[in-house]
């Protein structure tokens, strides 16, 4: 295999582009009702993006999946957070947040980056996560055993490793929960670029197989008014999150990123009732339950 | 006048919890369909507040009104923020933010606090700003001609000096626009505490003179669906102020403060739309292009 006929930032981008073809189709064809709307845009100091939405679909309520790739000159402050040096920087990636109608289907979010500095620092980071708003046991063991699977297949220590960090970076601090019930999180993957390329593409292609049998799953499950309500009121807990604690939506917009591509992660409605606690015994608290404490859903 | 009978602190908090009961209970006779239900909490490290939410009003879809007294020991990491030095502390407040049913009457926010460490280090904080999504001149005039008047009774530099202040505070830097016609904002008043308690207290008393006319004014203007969507749209902004720069969420939070009584301040529905546009000439489109550019909205 000629792994070095083109520059890993060329051949980094090509696949995330492709991904992106590749994981909307699957997603219209599941939801069958409308298509996404595709918004080209660029970036001012170099470089550019695409992103993609569905809104209104049968199964998605909102469905955001965004490609860039940008360059030029990162500025110091950017630098230090970046724990790297000011200079010519290069970054491109693929980031998707899908938002369901229904509460029994969880939404999901998931990143794949490359990030290059001039003088030869790089690295991948990236990662995938699930946030039910009813749980179901077994929907959570496939999505891991799938992302188990495919970190496996690069380096055992992975997905213990990038298991843990998923759980620690998704947690709202000021809630004492995780966001959802985790997967795999990992940042700064220096040395090994082709290792960890291949590994990136293994998570990038496991991606549509670790959810769209969960959404099938779920999609013919009754709800109603009460389920509604818990979930545009978890929704709540998604916002906090992406908007106090999370690296990509700070930095991107301390850094005067595209807005709309990056605020395309928050739900659709969202609801903020005052002090809504489930009720003892309930499906409800039983989430809340989970999200307290992180467990290990499947065994080594 | 007997000022000193009793130490500040205590007539500061006797003043906010007073303040509570009188908004609260003009707020309810405004609104005549609900009233508010009180939470009163305790907080470990000592003290405690008094918390009043509205929710499902004719008028207010969401109304919520704060006390909270506490005291205890400062870590590191809050004096630091606080540029003061660890030790004892006292903080008293009220804060209250109001989020109607019809888009035609603004949403209001309004906070005045006290803060004192061992050593006599003390100060007074606050200010209360308007957040329309239509907007109407006379209405905003209405606003700052009461607040200004306000000022100037403790002291005619006031009003210029915080009437900028609260624009750059409630500016949110992301989307290039500020939170809403702003209103007035001020912090650390150290020195002349008698001056400043009085001044504090001006603008308590006139809270209600400042927003229930524009209520009364508003509250029979019909609106349909359209005008809806676009305010829960624009809640949003108000949520992305909130949690991503606004001191007082942030600083609740970090310092595990009441989450709840915190975070009342976030709307009841929200909508995040991709890429939402007013149309040129719009009303909505106005309200945008006041936003973008804080204006002067009283002559000196």
């Known amino acids: 295999m000629n792994v070095t006929e083109k520059p890993l930032r060329e051949r980094a981008g090509k696949y995330f582009l ?53 360059s030029g000159i990162l500025p110091d402050r950017i630098a230090q957070r970046l724990e790297t040096k000011p200079g010519d920087f290069f970054a491109t990636g693929i980031s998707l947040v899908l938002h369901p109608v229904s509460p029994m289907i969880p939404a999901v979010h998931a990143n794949l ?29 496939h999505f891991h055993s799938v992302l188990k699977a495919a970190c496996d297949a690069s380096d055992p220590s992975f997905y213990p490793r990038f298991k843990k960090w ?15 019930v985790g997967g795999i999180f990992f940042d700064y993957l220096r040395g090994e670029p082709e290792k960890h390329f291949s590994f990136v593409q293994s998570v990038g292609d496991a991606f549509l197989d670790a959810y769209l049998p969960v959404v099938r799953k779920r999609v013919r499950m009754e709800w109603g008014e009460k389920e509604k309500l818990w979930q545009l009121t978890r929704r709540g807990r998604y916002v906090e999150f992406n908007l106090v604690y999370d690296r990509g939506t700070t930095f991107g917009l301390e850094t005067d990123g595209r807005v709309e591509s990056i605020l395309m992660s928050l739900p659709p409605v969202v609801h903020w009732r005052y002090d809504v606690r489930p009720e003892k015994g309930s499906r409800e608290e039983e989430l809340v339950l989970i999200l307290k404490e992180p467990r290990e859903w499947i065994s080594g």
């Open 113 to 141: 980056r490359y990030f290059e500095m001039d003088g030869g620092n790089s690295w991948f980071g990236g990662g995938t996560d699930l946030t039910p708003y009813y749980h179901f046991s077994e929907d959570t063991i």
């Open 166 to 180: 998923c759980d620690e970076y998704f947690f709202v601090r000021h809630r004492g929960e995780t966001r959802g």
């Open 18 to 70: 492709e991904l992106q073809t590749r994981i909307c189709a699957a997603l219209e064809e599941t939801d069958g009702k409308v298509g996404f709307v595709t918004d080209e845009w660029s970036r001012p100091g170099g470089g550019g993006g695409v992103s993609k939405v569905l809104e209104d679909g049968s199964i998605f309520e909102k469905a955001g999946v965004n490609f860039s790739k940008v």
